[in-house]
């Protein structure tokens, strides 16, 4: 179990860590999540842009899109181990089918308790930030997201079936 872990902002000085982190999914061969991991980091200024390019209303750029912020979870020994992505409010694809929150662990570190840290960690923030109740979603057949979320609170709501007939268990939380 982890003795403690923090969200922090992508900042260039947690570039090794972060190069880690990344390749420690591409390793993997597993879809990386959340979506803005997947951005390949060899130009990592431009990487760090990215992640801060629709934080806010003014910045967004297209009807389909919300303002979305990103943290990493850093180790008390300074790893990166886990991301998250929060969407400060919903579209109806979202609402559907994403969810306020995106979280994901690297491969190599499940399994110790740090998609709880991140979640947990992830609400608080979101409370600070005057959310009263947020969406969190994860596939079906998930049962390790699944058990996270309720462990925080999360009570199911309702299956959304995507095109392909991946099934999305939705719950929401009370802040």
């Excluded at 130009?43 to 992640?51: C, E, G, R, V």
């Excluded at 994403?98 to 709880?116: Q, T």
């Excluded at 994860?138 to 007939?165: A, H, P, W």
Aim: aromatic share 10%.
């Amino acid at each position: 179990m982890p003795k403690s872990a923090r969200l922090i902002k992508p900042t260039i000085e947690y570039r090794d860590a972060y190069i880690s982190f990344y390749e420690d999914w591409i390793k993997s061969g597993e879809d990386m999540v959340p979506w803005v991991i997947e951005r390949e980091p060899e130009d990592f200024n431009a990487m760090i842009d990215f992640l801060y390019a629709e934080d806010n209303e003014s910045k967004i750029s297209s009807s389909d899109r919300v303002p979305h912020s990103t943290y990493w979870l850093l180790s008390e020994d300074n790893l990166i181990v886990g991301a998250v992505n929060i969407r400060h409010r919903l579209n109806e694809k979202l609402l559907n089918q994403g969810g306020h929150i995106g979280y994901g662990v690297r491969p190599s570190e499940r399994r110790k308790g740090y998609a709880n840290i991140i979640l947990s960690n992830t609400l608080e923030l979101l409370k600070g930030w005057g959310h009263q109740k947020v969406l969190v979603v994860c596939d079906k057949g998930n049962i390790g997201s699944e058990k996270t979320i309720l462990k925080n609170g999360g009570v199911m709501e309702s299956e959304f079936v995507e095109e392909n007939g991946n099934i999305i268990k939705r719950f929401w939380i009370d802040l």
